[in-house]
């Protein structure tokens, strides 16, 4: 798939910016914040009168409306979030009709608004296995990431409002998997705000770190081994250690070293070999990458987080992967047979953790002012066995192209047509739209490569 084979067109804007950040003359600084900007414009022009909810254009998930605008605004306002904590400039010209846009109000009237149970556009109440725990985690990053400029000037009123709204998610039930480190991240933030009667829920750290596997990767239900190791479990990792370096030091420590690593060797100007569920979070690879440069005694050089970081942007952006202001619903465009029923319009915008992980870093930072290092698949050839993951990753330098062969899959027979069309039959009934019932093509085939990031059935 080219950027010619994304499905829609792109606008005069998608151009502007796509040319902007691939600048080769332009320095990290202006392609950046070329890239902010335009996430910036996009979330302005699809935000609700009260700022609570972002409604970008798109196919909807099972969770509804109300769910998929909290959605657009958790997971774009937290790059908002990390570029006020960085010390940026929080006022930001967009120029035209919206001239210069205050993010600390920005954000501050969202969470106002979305957490005042009397308001019409209330978020709605914590519930069990619930889409607001997932997002309830990065509103609570938000407020921390904000909180000298918003969180310490808040009235007592307004902060008992925010942090009761909170503190009913440390209490839900939640999946297997994952969604153990939601109700963990708000107990953690509550907790360091001072937010006083916390407790914060560490259960969910022990019954998720008991899916670890090795090498940094750890077993996520339901499915399993995927990339929801990088952008939804070291990801989180880094997060724990930020709000509390202390916190199982050793162990997370160790845990992000050796995922980081791994990460690295899945990086390619090429691409990377996209296997698994959510692929429209694809920018978000590098994130942890990005956290573990900037760690006090972390194991990446900035110049090389800075290189990978830019190796997956430059890729998608430059095949079609922006679209109205947002990331787009598939690999590379938008694209149905690519997005699972959960994700919604807003949903693809965890794809921004990588760039929230870079903007937390000041631009005097050596993240953005190191010399640019070679990615490994630039240095040498390579060939890593994980055998505790399943995996065999192999990198060549000539070609640029990475391969991940999961042995256990060569004599994996696929689904017979019948369950194959009953599942298509039940996904239809609970979705009202047609997304193809593709778990084989995620999980199911023995390689994966940059060369063909979706293989093709012969």
């Excluded at 969910?204 to 090498?215: K, L, V």
């Excluded at 190191?370 to 698949?377: G, I, T």
Aim: hydrophobic content about 40%; proline content about 6%; glycine content about 8%.
């Amino acid at each position: 798939m080219s950027y010619e084979d994304a499905d829609q067109e792109p606008t005069s804007r998608d151009l502007a910016v796509r040319t902007a950040f691939l600048n080769g003359d332009a320095s990290v600084e202006e392609r950046y914040d070329a890239l902010f900007r335009y996430f910036l414009r996009g979330y302005m022009e699809n935000v609700s009168d009260a700022g609570e909810r972002v409604q970008y254009p798109g196919a909807p998930s099972a969770a509804g409306y109300e769910i998929n605008g909290l959605e657009g605004y958790a997971r774009t306002a937290i790059l908002f979030a990390a570029w006020i904590h960085s010390g940026r400039d929080p006022v930001v010209s967009l120029g035209g009709e919206f001239g210069d846009v205050d993010l600390v109000r920005t954000v501050r009237d969202g969470l106002l608004a979305g957490t005042d149970p009397e308001s019409e556009v209330f978020w709605g109440e914590p519930a069990n296995f619930n889409q607001r725990t997932v997002e309830a985690a990065d509103i609570a990053r938000i407020l921390w990431l904000t909180r000298s400029a918003i969180w310490d000037r808040l009235s007592d009123a307004e902060r008992d409002q925010i942090g009761a709204w909170l503190a009913g998610f440390i209490t839900v039930k939640v999946r297997d998997n994952n969604w153990h480190f939601f109700p963990l991240i708000v107990g953690m933030v509550l907790k360091d705000l001072g937010v006083q009667g916390v407790e914060v829920p560490t259960r969910h750290y022990q019954d998720f770190i008991a899916h670890y596997r090795g090498h940094g990767w750890f077993f996520d239900n339901p499915e399993g081994i995927d990339y929801y190791n990088a952008w939804g479990v070291s990801y989180e990792l880094a997060w724990i250690r930020m709000i509390d370096p202390a916190f199982d030091a050793d162990f997370i420590g160790q845990a992000l070293e050796a995922s980081t690593s791994n990460i690295l060797h899945l990086i390619s100007p090429k691409g990377i070999p996209i296997m698994g569920r959510s692929v429209c979070y694809r920018t978000a690879v590098p994130a942890p990458i990005v956290a573990e440069a900037s760690a006090a005694g972390g194991h990446v050089d900035p110049g090389l987080a800075r290189r990978a970081l830019d190796a997956v942007w430059r890729h998608f952006v430059e095949r079609g992967a922006l679209a109205d202001g947002q990331l787009t619903q598939g690999y590379y465009g938008d694209d149905l047979r690519f997005l699972d029923p959960y994700s919604g319009t807003g949903s693809c915008h965890w794809g921004l953790r990588s760039l929230v992980m870079a903007y937390v870093q000041p631009p005097d930072s050596p993240f953005w002012n190191a010399a640019a290092r070679s990615l490994p698949v630039e240095v040498a050839d390579y060939d890593l066995d994980l055998p505790k993951v399943g995996w065999r990753i192999s990198g060549r330098r000539e070609t640029g192209d990475i391969t991940i062969e999961i042995p256990a899959n060569a004599d994996k027979r696929y689904p017979i047509a019948a369950h194959s069309l009953r599942m298509r039959v039940m996904e239809n009934l609970a979705m009202r739209l047609f997304r193809p019932y593709n778990h084989a093509v995620k999980y199911d085939e023995r390689f994966y490569s940059t060369a063909e990031p979706f293989p093709v059935r012969r």
